[in-house]
């Protein structure tokens, strides 16, 4: 009997007992949601830190994905200081500036939760799972809308499908415009200034997480105070500065295969020029109105933008059809995770 599967391919066995572990812990998340939702005191920092963690590992991929997959070989140390300490200047800026607020005023039309149901705090769980699957889910729908209205949900979807549509039209032009430049000068050299690229980098991605830290950190705030004390601020600062020093030392987890598989994003000038688009659509919409958006559904629209630019530059039909795949593929992903926050929203109304 021929076997197809490579000779170091793993097991159902060992995928099963490699599993274990994460499905006790979520287990446990799920018995800790059930016996202190009636809790508002407990629930309210229980879906903080279950929510802390799962948004930013599934957002990864959007804001470190790019960063992370060109930077493999720097120790993940001076990754966290560098990555986290952007975040604590942006989370105490934000603090300051919005008189104890740390969503940005994202949050200024979605009342703070006195009391908490089973599947609110739940939804974080969820989402950890949907990660452990490499699902790009929004959190922002997940982790809002069992705390906003009808009429903001609405208004979050519409905002988000604009998002998608500008990024992926942006995306088309810029990268159409660099793939022209690329086929007809020396851009395609192996052979360039790395040191003035990763410098480039680094602005670029720190530009695009503090912008990102704008736009999400509602997420995960939403289960707390509207206004923060000093105390509770920095107590939530460190929590989430150690959550980023944990995915900077796992490299981001397996999630981050939805950027490797793009078309070469481990390319450091790729990486560079891919956040800093995206840094300036999410600073657009920002400024826009205070109405949360998904960050997830405007990254995978500039992906896809992205990619088709590049197909069409190939000109070879095979292209295409890996193209319509990947791009498929995201949308589903992404799409299921939308569905299961319609849902959940839905069984609690």
């Not at 060109?70 to 105490?92: D, E, Q, R």
């Not at 395609?188 to 790395?194: D, E, G, I, R, V």
């Not at 920002?286 to 630019?309: H, Q």
């Amino acid at each position: 009997m021929i076997n197809w599967l490579p000779s170091n391919a793993p097991s159902i066995q060992q995928k099963i007992q490699k599993e274990i572990p994460f499905t006790v812990v979520i287990c446990l998340l799920f018995l800790a949601c059930y016996l202190f939702f009636p809790n508002p005191e407990v629930a309210m920092w229980l879906g903080f830190g279950i929510a802390g963690y799962s948004a930013i590992a599934n957002d990864s991929i959007q804001t470190l994905g790019t960063f992370l997959s060109s930077n493999k070989k720097i120790p993940w140390w001076l990754l966290w200081i560098f990555i986290g300490g952007i975040f604590a200047v942006t989370y105490a800026y934000g603090w300051a500036q919005n008189g104890g607020d740390i969503s940005f005023g994202r949050l200024a039309k979605i009342p703070q939760p006195t009391e908490f149901q089973f599947i609110t705090l739940a939804g974080p769980v969820i989402l950890l799972i949907l990660t452990r699957l490499r699902m790009p889910v929004s959190t922002t729908f997940l982790l809002l809308s069992t705390f906003s209205s009808t009429v903001v949900i609405r208004s979050m979807l519409t905002k988000t499908f604009i998002g998608y549509m500008v990024a992926f039209i942006v995306a088309v032009l810029v990268w159409s415009v660099i793939a022209y430049i690329y086929h007809r000068k020396e851009f395609a050299s192996k052979h360039y200034n790395k040191r003035n690229w990763r410098m480039l980098q680094a602005c670029s991605t720190a530009f695009l997480w503090s912008t990102w830290i704008m736009h999400d950190t509602a997420n995960v705030s939403v289960f707390l105070p509207r206004t923060l004390s000093f105390e509770h601020m920095l107590i939530s600062l460190l929590y989430l500065f150690f959550v980023i020093g944990l995915l900077m030392y796992i490299k981001g987890g397996g999630i981050q295969v939805v950027v490797t598989e793009k078309t070469d994003i481990t390319d450091i000038r790729a990486a560079t020029i891919i956040d800093f688009v995206y840094a300036l659509v999410l600073l657009v919409f920002k400024n826009m109105n205070n109405i949360p958006m998904s960050t997830t559904w405007v990254f995978l629209g500039l992906l896809a933008g992205r990619e088709i630019a590049l197909t069409l530059m190939t000109k070879k039909p095979e292209v295409y059809v890996k193209t319509a795949k990947l791009v498929f593929k995201d949308i589903g992903r992404a799409g299921m995770g939308l569905l299961i926050s319609l849902l959940i929203v839905l069984f609690i109304s």
